[in-house]
């Protein structure tokens, strides 16, 4: 039943009420969203899916968010990413966002480039996020600068900041599930090893290689 759909299955094991109430034709409310809280980023990588937008300094009302949170966790939305069109980090409220949103009674996930969490920035919101997966398109400073246009030494900031996060996590004893993601691309696909090894030891939870096609669209 699921393929008509494309839904996940296993993730329906987790949530049969709303599967149940889905094939009554009741009213039903996502189980997950994703939220994007500006559409500015700091970086320009290579193969962003979102660059036609124009990477706009918008930034979500905090206190008009929070009252959308507080009725979506009232109307049963489980969990919920703040990633989408910019870069999350670069919201100076997420952190009271992030808080709300678990006060809510809501699941929170980060996809984030980390170069903007900080160690102040964790000591508020690790607590209450269940995972955070940065992206780390490299295993070395140059690719890493090509590849996300920026400077080299931002390679070396996100890896100090997962450090961080996994040093803060082990002090507070937090379940947050630190990890990290590469996308496979022409210039790096020799250092996916490297990164592997260096996500390894610093502690990081995880590394998923994600293959991206670049073949040009036929006519």
């Not at 590469?182 to 490297?194: D, G, I, Q």
């Amino acid at each position: 039943m699921g393929d008509n759909f494309r839904i996940d299955h296993h993730k329906i094991n987790y949530h049969v009420d709303r599967l149940h109430s889905w094939l009554h034709k009741e009213t039903v409310y996502p189980v997950y969203m994703e939220i994007a809280p500006t559409g500015a980023c700091n970086h320009r990588c290579t193969f962003c899916a979102v660059d036609y937008i124009g990477y706009k300094t918008i930034f979500l009302d905090k206190e008009i968010l929070k009252t959308q949170l507080t009725e979506m966790g009232r109307l049963g939305v489980k969990s919920i990413m703040y990633a989408g069109e910019g870069e999350p980090l670069l919201h100076a409220n997420l952190p009271e966002i992030i808080n709300h949103t678990r006060k809510s009674g809501i699941d929170i996930s980060i996809t984030t480039n980390a170069v903007p969490m900080t160690e102040k920035w964790l000591q508020s919101a690790l607590k209450d996020i269940t995972w955070i997966k940065v992206s780390i398109n490299a295993g070395t400073p140059a690719t890493y600068a090509k590849i996300h246009q920026t400077k080299k030494d931002d390679f070396y900031k996100v890896v100090s900041n997962l450090e961080t996060a996994i040093q803060i996590r082990a002090q507070k004893k937090l379940g947050c599930v630190i990890g990290s993601q590469m996308v496979l691309l022409p210039e790096n696909k020799c250092e996916a090893t490297n990164l592997a090894r260096q996500m390894k030891s610093i502690g990081c939870d995880y590394l998923v290689v994600k293959p991206y096609s670049q073949h040009k669209k036929s006519i």
